[in-house]
């Protein structure tokens, strides 16, 4: 089984502020993990993923997350916010089964809300 | 750059009705998945499919629910009998062969079921 648990359905940050999403996961077997984000009434669009290479990933946007095994956690970070980072931001946990197909189970989301 | 692409964008329908929602993965892409995501609510797994059969479904996709890949493109999510609860946003996925491949999401068919 997997899941994953996003804390805070909504942050507020300044703009030019440091972004700080949290994300825990749990899963039986080496997670692939992935933050997504969606714009309003937008479909979903990868940020960036982990697949067991390097622990601190880099993505679009100016994003970055850094996977911590001894925490399990998967925590997406911005050094400064701009206004257009206000979105929604779903951090994601996916296994791959023997059939070759993936599961992606999603957190309940987080709103970024950017203040000027 | 490849996408995934979703028609109709929005789809009304009547409880009751019948809906078909369909999808175009990715050209060379062999698995495709359905979720959901009911309003403020987080995106749900509904089905995995590869090589023309269900490789995973969820307890949400009950006998009302069925998928087929009728051509070489298309993929689509069918439902029998529109119920309320059936209004969400409906996001087709698809991803390539090999371990950690992310799954690409097309833009979603809102469905209103009145």
């Known amino acids: 089984a997997q899941s994953v648990t996003q804390l805070g359905s909504h942050v507020s940050v300044s703009e030019g502020a440091l972004v700080l999403l949290r994300c825990n996961y749990s899963s039986s077997v080496p997670p692939y993990l992935f933050w997504y984000v969606q714009y309003p009434n937008q479909g979903l669009q990868l940020l960036l993923k982990?697949?067991?290479?390097?622990?601190l990933v880099k993505g679009i946007n100016g994003f970055e997350a850094e996977f911590k095994k001894s925490e399990t956690s998967f925590h997406l970070t911005k050094p400064s916010a701009h206004m257009s980072d206000a979105a929604e931001y779903f951090c994601a946990v996916s296994s791959s089964y023997s059939g070759g197909y993936q599961k992606v189970t999603f957190g309940t989301g987080t709103k970024l809300q950017v203040i000027p | 750059e490849p996408e995934v692409t979703q028609t109709p964008s929005h789809q009304v329908t009547q409880m009751g009705q019948e809906v078909i929602l369909r999808c175009v993965p990715i050209s060379n892409h062999l698995y495709f998945y359905w979720y959901r995501q009911i309003l403020g609510q987080k995106v749900e797994f509904l089905v995995s499919f590869y090589n023309n059969e269900i490789s995973e479904k969820s307890e949400i996709f009950d006998d009302q629910f069925s998928v087929e890949r009728p051509d070489g493109s298309n993929f689509t999510l069918k439902i029998r009998s529109t119920k309320l609860e059936d209004s969400a946003m409906y996001f087709c996925?698809?991803?390539?062969?090999?371990?950690?491949?992310?799954?690409?999401f097309g833009p979603g068919t809102r469905l209103t079921v009145l």
């Open positions: 982990y697949t067991s290479a390097a622990t």
């Open positions: 996925a698809s991803s390539g062969q090999g371990t950690g491949n992310e799954q690409f």
